[in-house]
């Protein structure tokens, strides 16, 4: 089989394509996974500590 330029244009964005879905699905159930609830809600809380108030002059 004779590789040119398009043979490799059409191969690549067929298995580019496949691999960006698998790689979606794969952040998707990282993200909804139950057990990373606590980490994310920890996350999204911590930028707002007690600490983080204005000093009084």
Do not use: C
């Not at 490799?8 to 298995?15: D, I, P």
């Not at 879905?21 to 930028?47: E, H, M, Q």
């Amino acid at each position: 089989m004779d590789w040119t330029h398009d043979t490799l244009v059409a191969v690549s964005k067929s298995w580019g394509l496949f691999y960006l879905i698998g790689l979606s699905i794969a952040v998707l159930i990282y993200a909804l996974w139950p057990s990373n609830r606590a980490r994310f809600d920890d996350a999204k809380t911590s930028i707002l500590t007690e600490d983080d108030t204005p000093e009084q002059p």
